[in-house]
């Protein structure tokens, strides 16, 4: 975070900001690095590097246009398949970048957090993250979740396994069982919704990311690389989600309706 964003990227976020609705969450899949490495000739590793460099950016212009939630799909259970090397080179890169960056969220007033089967991370990334936990614990002002050894799927099952267990003991009913008791038991349980749900890469797919979570959130899909995503991609993505009706079900009347009675809410404060 240490390289500011420029005045013109700072200019065009206080327009956004007057111009329409800003995603209280928003959700990322970093998708790209190895491919962007391959078209320099470059190995793997320096297109995960020059992703924590994008990560920056992209956390500070969320922290200036006044997000409140970044979740950021950093591994997945699935990426334990990749080869040995690569595994082992992520976790040193993991460990590296919150030793150099916790420091500075806690000075900006963002607080750490994680999703995903944290346990089966390296003990030395664990201790990292707990530490980086308890720095920023009170801090307000944005909160930054990685999705670490995280899997849609797999926090579904953990869920049901959660309340499965409350049946058996009886202390819920079968029909007690509601969306608003699943999301209470899942690993974001805390967190809202995201509003907003960005791909990089140009992949027209979810990847087992935040898959109840994501119901309803608007989902737009750039085929720029994430090493090359910036604050102007960004700013594109907002643009865009506010131009989007979020109807959630409902027909476009009974939303300008419920718009209506906000905004005159508002006004008779």
Same mark, same amino acid.
């Given at each position: ?42 190995? @793997?590793?320096?297109?995960? @590097? ?5 990560? =920056? ?11 409140? #939630? ?11 398949? +990749? ?7 992520? *976790?040193?890169? $993991?460990?590296?970048?919150? +030793? ?10 963002? =607080?750490?957090?994680? $999703? ?25 002002? *944005? ?33 007690? $069982?509601? *969306? ?24 027209? +797919?979810?990847?087992? #990311? ?9 989902? #737009? ?7 090359? /995503? ?10 865009? /989600? ?5 109807? #959630? ?8 309706? $419920? ?11």
């Amino acid at each position: 975070m240490k390289k500011p964003l420029s005045n013109e990227i700072l200019s065009q976020i206080e327009h956004l900001k007057k111009t329409g609705e800003i995603p209280t969450h928003i959700a990322i899949i970093m998708d790209g690095n190895g491919r962007w490495a391959k078209s320099k000739g470059l190995p @793997r590793v320096a297109g995960h @590097r020059k992703g924590i460099e994008t990560v =920056r950016e992209i956390v500070k212009a969320c922290v200036n246009l006044g997000v409140k #939630f970044l979740t950021l799909y950093t591994f997945s259970t699935e990426n334990w398949k +990749r080869p040995k090397d690569e595994v082992s080179t992520l *976790m040193r890169l $993991i460990v590296k970048s919150l +030793r150099d960056e916790t420091d500075e969220l806690h000075a900006n007033g963002i =607080r750490l957090t994680t $999703i995903g089967d944290i346990d089966k991370l390296p003990n030395l990334v664990q201790s990292e993250l707990q530490d980086a936990f308890i720095k920023t614990e009170k801090n307000s002002k *944005m909160v930054l979740n990685l999705a670490l050894s995280y899997s849609g799927r797999w926090e579904i099952v953990n869920a049901v396994k959660k309340i499965a267990q409350r049946a058996v003991e009886n202390s819920i009913k079968v029909d007690d $069982i509601d *969306m608003e008791m699943i999301s209470e038991n899942l690993t974001t349980k805390n967190i809202p919704d995201p509003d907003l749900l960005i791909r990089s890469g140009g992949e027209f +797919r979810v990847s087992n #990311f935040l898959l109840w979570q994501i119901a309803y959130s608007e989902i #737009f899909v750039t085929s720029t690389l994430w090493p090359d /995503f910036n604050s102007s991609y960004l700013i594109d993505a907002v643009k865009d /989600f506010q131009k989007r009706e979020r109807r #959630f079900g409902m027909v476009s009347e009974q939303i300008s309706e $419920i718009t209506q009675k906000k905004t005159n809410a508002k006004i008779n404060k």
